[in-house]
């Protein structure tokens, strides 16, 4: 049997191919839901994900995997929009007469921020065409120096400096030009007259996630399962250990015991007492970690140094529209990093009339104020920033707010970032037969996304079942 830690997309992942490479496998997820951060939530109509999601032309393997599950005729290419707001006005910034009439940046400064996005370095007066292809010669390059060198001074000011603060806040500077090079490249296709297109399944991405726990078989996977240790013998992983909080979906198959919550054994027989935990072993021929990688550190000692930033995402409803665009880049005091209109993006009627939006913020440091605020706090707070912004903006209009939050969203990308991965195979730094699927792994460079985890999920379960 191969043991699965994590229910999210990568665990999914990992567990669907190695079963149809013939592999019995076992999902062991800590919280009472699959899906991580592709979890929803009800609206009027479709549910919608609690941290905002879509999908860039350059993100094969989900679009193959949404091809298997069955769900290709759900998925929608649409035109995004995006616009910039500064002292009060949204410029829209999609089409090349909107870049052209954008006042915060000269002439010049749009021919050398352009360049940069196709990829042309015309520093010297001679254009080099694809100059940026291998990202990794630009991984210990500062993105400030990088972005001063390549444009202008005003560019940096006036167009990356603040997406850059929404992004990585206090941590900006640690960030390599690598990153920002493999985002350009990452995010796909344009359409030069409408724009970027990204994808989106009709019915929400909830679609996706039910449809590959289904293939997987909800049977395969035991939530509220915290595994907590791995056994290793003579240089290879044994068993696992979980300790069950909940009722779960899986049926127990391994050795069991109960526990009580000084630690101590039962008898592990009827009567024990109901906040009693229920421990297993489950012998295993392999293990893939598809979690963070302090769950790896817990379970097996190995380190690693790739920090990460948490988010605080609101999803609010509302009866009112109050702009024309999707993702709403700020250039102000304001209290969140980005504002979307997800309803400028798929159409109001698929949630039942109801206009969605999104505000979130990274988080660097746990010590920061929002991150301290309850739900509410936070709330109230945001919707106050968000009257500030549009004079227009109703307070009876909104109909509901769900916040969620997570210490850990996406890595830091900063410098000598590429030396911090950890690997996928660890069967040299821990044991043979132990894997890593999380999102400190490759396929989560240069950006994470839910394509990188169905990757790194995928590449550990073929590692495995390459080596039989």
Not at 58 to 74: F, N, R
Not at 295 to 302: A, I, N
Not at 454 to 460: H, K, N, V, W
Request: one cysteine or more; aromatic letters at 10%.
């Amino acid at each position: 049997m191969i043991g699965v830690v994590g229910g999210g997309v990568a665990g999914l992942a990992a567990a669907y191919r190695l079963q149809r490479a013939g592999y019995e496998v076992r999902v062991f997820e800590a919280s009472d839901d699959v899906g991580g951060l592709a979890a929803v939530y009800d609206t009027a109509g479709d549910p919608i994900e609690k941290f905002y999601h879509h999908l860039s032309k350059s993100e094969e393997t989900i679009v193959e995997l949404i091809g298997e599950l069955g769900l290709g005729d759900a998925l929608e290419w649409l035109y995004m929009s995006n616009a910039y707001y500064v002292d009060g006005v949204v410029h829209p910034m999609d089409k090349p007469w909107e870049i052209l009439a954008y006042p915060h940046l000269s002439i010049y400064d749009k021919f050398r921020l352009g360049m940069l996005v196709l990829e042309i370095d015309v520093r010297g007066g001679r254009p080099e065409f694809d100059a940026y292809g291998d990202i990794t010669d630009y991984e210990d390059v500062p993105i400030k120096e990088f972005l001063l060198e390549h444009t202008t001074q005003n560019v940096y000011e006036s167009f990356w400096e603040p997406l850059l603060d929404a992004k990585f806040g206090s941590r900006k500077e640690d960030v390599s030009a690598a990153w920002l090079l493999g985002r350009i490249k990452f995010r796909g296709e344009r359409d030069l007259l409408k724009g970027e297109i990204l994808g989106y399944l009709d019915g929400g991405f909830g679609r996706f996630l039910d449809a590959l726990l289904e293939a997987v078989g909800a049977e395969t996977v035991t939530t509220g399962a915290h595994v907590t240790d791995l056994a290793i013998e003579d240089g290879s992983v044994e068993s696992l250990t979980v300790e069950r909080t909940t009722d779960t979906t899986g049926g127990a198959t391994g050795n069991d015991e109960a526990v009580s919550d000084d630690g101590t054994a039962t008898d592990g027989g009827a009567g024990t007492a109901a906040e009693s935990r229920r421990r297993e072993t489950h012998d295993v021929d392999a293990v893939v970690v598809a979690a963070m990688p302090n769950v790896l550190e817990s379970l097996t000692g190995y380190p690693c140094e790739i920090e990460f930033q948490g988010t605080v995402c609101s999803v609010w409803s509302m009866d009112q529209s109050l702009t024309d665009t999707y993702w709403l880049n700020i250039k102000d005091e304001a209290p969140f990093g980005v504002f979307i209109e997800h309803t400028n993006f798929v159409d109001p009627e698929r949630y039942g009339g109801e206009h969605i939006y999104y505000t979130a913020s990274y988080i660097q440091d746990p010590g920061e104020d929002l991150w301290n605020m309850d739900d509410e706090a936070v709330e109230t707070h945001w919707q106050a920033g968000i009257a500030d912004l549009f004079p227009a903006f109703d307070p009876d209009s909104v109909n509901w707010v769900e916040t969620a939050r997570n210490p850990r969203t996406a890595p830091i990308y900063e410098r000598g970032y590429l030396d911090m991965v950890v690997p996928y195979d660890l069967g040299e730094e821990v044991a043979e037969g132990v894997y890593y699927a999380g999102m400190a792994s490759q396929a989560q460079y240069p950006e994470r996304s839910l394509n990188g985890g169905i990757e790194a999920g995928f590449a550990c379960a073929d590692l495995i079942a390459g080596e039989d």
